[in-house]
């Protein structure tokens, strides 16, 4: 039992709110000193400081004081009455809001790197216009947002609609999220100060952890991005915070709207993210039932609690059976059910390869998450490391126990989830975003960790302790903004790269329809600069620009229904914004249509990367694949025909590849290349008439073939035999860095 946080002495009323009295500890009975009561600490810091403040009051307000004047003056006692750690915590808490804002609008302008934050935002959109699921034109397909199922004529996103509800309560009152982000994130610093309070009963070691949370890199980052990671621990601490309230006020009216709101609060947490609050809540959860049953109100704590998860079950209840079709189903995996929690073969979505994931893969999750967690959360390593250092010297109660077991249960069950390997090994962004995964640690750790480095604060009086602690947070200083540094740095490159892409795809002349060929094949990835509006008014709600998904001959239906824009294909490398120093280099070419019996088009192949030891060029439709060997040093080049056959041997001519020699006295400067040898034909699966281009090398270094460039070319047999075919006519622009796409096909 900690000496600091007797279950017995109770919270008091001055934990209801961030008022109280100026000194570090709230009061309660302490185990270490006589019983402190609330009167006797109103009486030594109230009176004086309320009959000045009536007076001050009365004396402008002369003596008629109206409504109005006499809510002022309440309102100015009570902020009068805050204790100085509340008023510092409110402080920190305006410039986290200030800061989230800040960096919404500076830093990520056009979404981070992480695009779920798509699917958030179209889902608020969606709401904030009056719809519960954004509406799905025809094709579908060719308009999905990213990770979005089709039915019923509308998208069924991934997530559950409660987080996305918030920001469109800010886009319907406010017109715009950033006040939902400012909200958040201050919600984020008073919530965690009241936790502390309840948890330590000590402000001191209340405000200190509101500090680690507000100045943690992880959390300032992600308080600019429209995720669920944030109001989840919001929710999760709420939840926590109502459980003890309620506890340490059985039977009470107080107690009981306490437990209500702990209710309320988990439901819509466990609607967002079910396994982090399974994970981190059970013990919680045991804890107080232990509690409730010991003091012979466990039935009255579980109505109560009840209560309140009445609300947040119905409308999740309903909105899965308006999504999936059934109450239990979650949309989460309506589109892909391979993702989903344990080990096997997994899938993000159904055009992934599929990934063997198992509990050496979790183990590497994991770890790489804590690794950064170390530098991402203020203080993560010595917190850690002073928490353990409490825990030994028994420094924790009840609940505080519960909570450091949930966060060792936490990271036990983030074993099983695939979606943290993906996001560490596969994709790698929580390098540049933060392990956001683990978010929820920081509640553990923030709480926990405050405690020891507060004993270790007020015991080093001797020199030794002063200078270890000097040099402890000298360091988490320097660390804390190194990360700060980078992210900002490395986000900003990364925004810098849209912004460069924003800028040519909004300076196409009139109205504009963008083809983006995507892998996987959905809007809003690998950049939410390809996201479209509402109700498909453009990118912009202007409708100047609007987006569809290359996929083939379903472009010339597309295009068939914007007869008043001007087509275009925007091509983009698969590593895109994968990191802030990989290939950005993206092109816009014109789009024709051409039909006839036949239509030819020109196909150009820049030499593979360096180091590869072969490369074949593949032409693929109706079933048949030609193979052609090219030169790893050169170029290649070839006439297409097409026509309503397919593809054969016949249809590829003048097909040469160069070796990157020069020859003296040639045209070009090149030699005249060499023709490409006879093609190896093969049957492959798929009948569609349209025509894929694809460039396969194998490198030097051993290894297995890779793709790194295809391009499709739309192509539909029309009856009689004739063709239509939507290719690129003329090159309009290019923005990025690094190598440019290989493949270029131009219509003759």
Request: a neutral charge; proline letters at 6%; glycine letters at 14%.
């Amino acid at each position: 039992m900690s000496r600091a946080n007797e279950a017995g002495g109770g919270a008091g009323s001055a934990l209801d709110d961030l008022s109280g009295e100026a000194g570090g500890e709230v009061p309660r009975q302490e185990a270490i000193g006589r019983p402190v009561s609330q009167a006797s600490a109103e009486s030594s810091a109230g009176p004086s400081a309320e009959s000045s403040t009536e007076s001050g009051v009365d004396a402008v307000a002369g003596p008629e004081v109206s409504a109005a004047g006499r809510a002022f003056g309440g309102v100015w006692r009570r902020a009068l009455g805050v204790s100085a750690a509340g008023r510092y915590v409110a402080v920190l808490a305006v410039l986290s809001a200030a800061a989230a804002v800040l960096l919404r609008h500076h830093l990520f302008p056009y979404l981070s790197v992480n695009n779920d934050e798509v699917i958030y935002l179209t889902q608020a959109r969606a709401l904030a216009g009056g719809h519960l699921f954004p509406t799905a034109p025809d094709p579908a397909a060719s308009y999905a947002p990213w990770l979005a199922a089709v039915s019923d004529g509308h998208f069924v996103l991934k997530y559950t609609p409660f987080v996305p509800a918030l920001f469109a309560l800010g886009l319907v009152v406010a017109g715009s999220i950033s006040p939902v982000l400012a909200v958040i994130a201050a919600a984020v610093v008073i919530v965690t100060y009241l936790l502390g309070v309840e948890l330590a009963g000590d402000r001191r070691v209340a405000a200190l952890a509101a500090t680690l949370m507000a100045f943690s890199p992880l959390v300032i980052i992600e308080s600019a991005l429209v995720l669920s990671y944030l109001p989840v621990l919001v929710l999760l601490q709420l939840t926590f915070l109502g459980l003890l309230r309620g506890m340490r006020r059985a039977g009470r009216g107080q107690g009981a709207l306490a437990l209500a709101g702990a209710g309320l609060a988990v439901g819509v947490a466990a609607a967002v993210r079910p396994y982090d609050v399974v994970l981190l809540l059970a013990p919680v959860a045991v804890w107080a039932g232990v509690t409730a049953r010991r003091a012979g109100r466990l039935g009255w704590a579980a109505r109560w609690t009840a209560v309140g998860l009445v609300l947040p079950a119905g409308i999740l209840l309903a909105y899965n059976a308006a999504a999936t079709g059934s109450p239990f189903q979650l949309p989460f995996a309506l589109l892909e059910p391979d993702d989903k929690l344990g080990f096997g073969r997994r899938r993000l979505y159904p055009s992934d390869g599929g990934h063997d994931f198992g509990l050496g893969d979790g183990l590497a999750s994991v770890g790489d998450h804590l690794w950064l967690l170390g530098g991402w959360a203020c203080g993560g390593v010595l917190l850690a490391v002073a928490a353990v250092v409490a825990a030994a010297r028994r420094r924790f109660d009840g609940p505080a126990c519960a909570l450091g077991l949930g966060t060792l249960l936490f990271l036990v069950g983030y074993l099983g989830f695939w979606g943290a390997w993906n996001a560490a090994e596969l994709w790698g962004g929580i390098r540049y975003v933060g392990p956001f995964y683990m978010i929820p640690v920081l509640i553990g750790l923030v709480h926990l960790g405050a405690r020891g480095v507060t004993d270790l604060a007020r015991w080093s009086r001797r020199r030794a302790a002063w200078a270890c602690t000097g040099a402890g947070g000298a360091g988490v200083l320097g660390l804390t903004t190194f990360i700060l540094v980078g992210a900002v740095d490395a986000n900003a490159a990364m925004t810098g790269h849209d912004r460069d892409l924003a800028g040519m795809l909004h300076g196409l002349p009139g109205r504009s329809l963008v083809l983006v060929a995507a892998s996987p094949p959905y809007l809003g990835h690998p950049s939410a600069v390809t996201a479209n509006g509402p109700d498909l008014r453009g990118a912009d709600g202007t409708g100047d620009l609007l987006f569809a998904v290359s996929r083939g001959v379903a472009d010339l239906t597309v295009v068939a229904d914007h007869p008043d824009r001007t087509p275009y294909l925007l091509r983009m490398p698969a590593a895109y914004n994968r990191s802030p120093g990989s290939v950005t280099r993206s092109r816009v070419d014109a789009l024709t249509l051409a039909t006839g019996r036949t239509a030819e088009v020109e196909v150009t192949v820049d030499a593979p990367p360096a180091g590869t030891r072969s490369a074949q060029l593949l032409v693929e439709a109706g079933g048949t694949r030609l193979a052609y060997q090219v030169s790893v040093d050169g170029p290649s080049r070839a006439r297409l025909i097409i026509d309503g056959d397919g593809v054969d041997a016949g249809d590829v001519v003048d097909a040469v590849t160069f070796s990157g020699g020069e020859a003296r006295g040639a045209p070009t400067g090149r030699d005249p290349g060499d023709p490409l040898a006879a093609p190896k034909i093969t049957r492959v699966s798929g009948a569609g008439t349209s025509i894929t281009v694809s460039l396969v090398v194998t490198p030097a270094s051993g290894g297995r073939a890779r793709t790194v460039d295809r391009q499709v070319l739309p192509v539909l047999v029309e009856r009689g035999g004739d063709v239509a075919v939507l290719a690129p006519s003329a090159h309009v622009d290019e923005v990025g860095e690094g190598r440019r796409l290989p493949i270029r096909i131009t219509l003759s």
